[in-house]
């Protein structure tokens, strides 16, 4: 419990000088821009997701057969990217929530 509230207090005083209230206030163009980003981002990667999968490849023609390998890499980039930003912004990695 402490250590989320310390987490938490640590959010607030990385937003304190107007991002905060800047966070909270979603105006409609906003929030537009965040489904559009998402939605567009999910459709591109499942477009070359299907390219990948689809089109045959090098001297024999072969195909890519392992979807669950495309998805890892997905995942990993995903992360680091995650990761990476969080460490910029000198925001917490450290999970609020219990593992189990």
Known sequence: MAEAYKCIQGLRETYKEDGMS?????????????????VSSLILYGLLQERIM?????????????????VLNNRLVSATVAFVILHQKKLPTTPLAKWW
């Open 22 to 38: 800047a966070l909270l206030v979603a105006t409609p163009v906003r929030v537009a821009g965040c489904v559009f980003g998402i």
């Open 54 to 70: 689809t089109q045959p490849y090098g001297e024999e023609d072969a195909r890519f057969t392992y979807s669950v390998f495309l």
